[in-house]
């Protein structure tokens, strides 16, 4: 699966967008871009998914580039219960539940 | 509602004793789950991949005779810590896949610590 990029940790003020990053040069043209967060001492939870197209739901928003080499979620009014880190994971589509998690970005969410 | 339930949520046992975590699926079935430890300040890293009414897939340097995977229905995986060491103190989370919904859920996870 191709490895993904993300910066260690972004800050964002309570109420605003939060646009997270992700890099993904290596993408393969059967691979999704998932978007997991993990919450102090809980387990990963499912935001938000998507192949070529844009996707939002209930969550968040997902941009993906038209080279698909890189994607953006946006979490569009970050409360203080968005603060976790985020993992950007790259899978394709006949091994996803094996996922493979890199380092994630550290969303701090301030009043 | 939690989807994918996770047993004990945390757990203190003394060196060398084993333990036992439950992860069940809830309201679907899970031919196929998944294992990860979690180390402080550390990523998720997969263990094992855990297939119903077979044995279990590990990772290159996990080693499955201390890890004992057991799938024995498909809504049940079992992950037994065998003569735990302080060094197998960890945060262990499990994850399932609902095949029809095509989605994958995590359980909450298991906090060891070994003493």
């Known amino acids: 699966d191709a490895k993904t990029t993300q910066p260690t940790s972004m800050d964002c003020a309570e109420g605003r967008a939060a646009n997270l990053p992700c890099n993904h040069s290596?993408?393969?043209?059967?691979?999704?871009v998932y978007w997991y967060r993990q919450i102090h001492s809980q387990g990963p939870q499912y935001i938000i998914h998507?192949?070529?197209n844009n996707e939002t739901n209930e969550m968040a928003s997902l941009i993906i580039t038209e080279d698909r080499k890189s994607s953006t979620l946006i979490l569009p009014h970050a409360t203080l219960r968005d603060t976790a880190v985020y993992y950007c994971?790259?899978?394709?589509?006949?091994?996803?539940?094996?996922?493979?998690f890199g380092q994630g970005t550290i969303l701090t969410v301030h009043p | 509602g939690a989807v994918v339930s996770q047993h004990p949520s945390w757990v203190i046992c003394k060196s060398g004793t084993s333990v036992k975590i439950e992860c069940r699926s809830l309201d679907f079935q899970a031919t196929t789950m998944f294992w990860y430890r979690q180390f402080p300040k550390q990523s998720l890293m997969l263990m094992a991949t855990?297939?119903?009414?077979?044995?279990?897939?590990?990772e290159q340097g996990v080693e499955k005779d201390k890890f004992l995977i057991n799938h024995a229905s498909l809504t049940l995986s079992t992950l037994t810590v065998t003569s735990a060491h302080p060094e197998d103190s960890s945060f262990y989370i499990c994850s399932a896949m609902d095949s029809q919904a095509g989605k994958l859920f995590f359980g909450s996870g298991t906090q060891l610590s070994v003493l």
């Open positions: 998507g192949l070529k």
């Open positions: 290596t993408i393969s043209g059967n691979e999704y």
């Open positions: 994971i790259v899978v394709s589509g006949t091994s996803y539940g094996k996922l493979t």
């Open positions: 855990s297939n119903e009414g077979s044995k279990a897939t590990y």
